[in-house]
């Protein structure tokens, strides 16, 4: 089992897109309270007095839409400056990214994800079910700022939706021939929009290597990340392509994360609930921070099991949230 020293930090759930796959079309979301949120200083508390101390030493920022929390920047700073943060990284929509990446990499983000599920204006607005002009371009103009200020590696996350963007995995694989983004294929997984999951399925990373084999040839890459995306390239690209295959394949054994959501509850395993604790109301009810250390050691004993056990019983009933709500 791996060492689990990887905390996903989820800054809000609240976001700015509406993703097909990610939220139920016209459902209402039970959005987190403004005063049910960690505070900036709740947050930077638990991360020093609780997640430190108990040896997590990498983080991503994530949301619903990260940038859209209120002094994010202020944030990142604070996060990147504690002597024990080996890694920080964010997962955000890029809308609101071109005029802040600078801020932020100045700051002390390195690594940034961002997601782009098309390359084609249109099937992008209707993804992220938001019409209006110029979404995709302003997304755009968020990744070549990233890339111009220098976040290394840049890395690209698309959801495959057949029937939607699935045409698009040829055009999304050959950005990486001349640049060195990280194109990252996700499986769609069956969290948040369960009609459009039960409707259109999923396609499998297997099937995407094929098309892209079929057409420049893959092989393996050298590149091995620490997560769970297992990586390949084009003969000769710039770039590499990354696939994260939760639906065909289990990877639970080699899980190195656990999640905080943005209403504080430490969650062990994005496909089940069960063990996660409340850190915010122990920590507003005066609970220690050495007492809160406990809980999340104990919590960390037993991860396997939970992973497991999620594993054997089938996952089937047990995403009750979307993955805005859990921190993706
Ligand atoms: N808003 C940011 C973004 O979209 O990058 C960060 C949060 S989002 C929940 C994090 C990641 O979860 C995104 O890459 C998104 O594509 C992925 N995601 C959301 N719902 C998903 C689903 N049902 N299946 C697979 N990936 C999903
Ligand atoms: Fe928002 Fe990200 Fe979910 Fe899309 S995937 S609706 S951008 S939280």
């Keep these: 089992m791996n060492q689990v020293d990887y905390l996903r930090i989820s800054l809000i759930d609240r976001c700015n897109f509406r993703c097909q796959y990610c939220m139920p079309e016209g459902a209402e979301i039970d959005y987190i309270l403004q005063q049910q949120l960690l505070t900036d200083v709740e947050l930077l508390t638990l991360i020093q007095e609780v997640f430190i101390p108990v040896g997590f030493t990498r983080f991503r920022l994530t949301g619903g839409e990260p940038l859209l929390r209120p002094h994010v920047v202020e944030l990142v700073r604070a996060i990147a400056s504690f002597p024990q943060t080996q890694d920080l990284s964010m997962t955000t929509n890029g809308f609101l990214l071109a005029p802040i990446a600078q801020n932020l990499y100045d700051a002390g983000l390195r690594r940034i994800n961002i997601s782009l599920d098309s390359l084609e204006p249109e099937i992008f607005d209707q993804i992220i079910g938001n019409r209006g002009r110029g979404k995709w371009e302003q997304v755009w103009q968020g990744i070549q700022a990233a890339y111009s200020v220098g976040f290394d590696p840049l890395k690209l996350n698309v959801v495959v939706i057949p029937g939607v963007n699935d045409h698009e995995v040829l055009n999304l694989a050959a950005l990486t021939l001349e640049r060195n983004w990280h194109i990252r294929f996700i499986e ?3 969290i ?23 057409r420049w040839g893959l092989t393996e890459s050298q590149v091995c990340g620490a997560g769970p995306a297992d990586v390949f390239q084009i003969p000769g690209a710039k770039g590499t392509l990354g696939f994260i295959s939760q639906m065909s394949e289990c990877f639970c054994d080699r899980c190195n994360r656990m999640r905080l959501s943005a209403d504080g509850w430490l969650r062990p395993c994005l496909l089940n609930e069960n063990g996660q604790i409340d850190l915010k109301t122990a920590l507003r009810a005066g609970i220690s921070t050495a007492q809160l250390q406990e809980q999340v050691r104990e919590l960390l004993a037993i991860k396997p099991e939970i992973n497991f056990k999620q594993r054997e019983s089938g996952t089937e009933g047990s995403y009750t949230r979307t993955m805005s709500q859990i921190g993706g």
Excluded: K, T
């Design 192 to 214: 948040g929009n369960w009609q459009l999951f039960g409707d259109r399925g999923w396609v499998s990373s297997a099937e995407l290597r094929q098309q892209i084999r079929d």
């Design 188 to 190: 769609f997984m069956p």
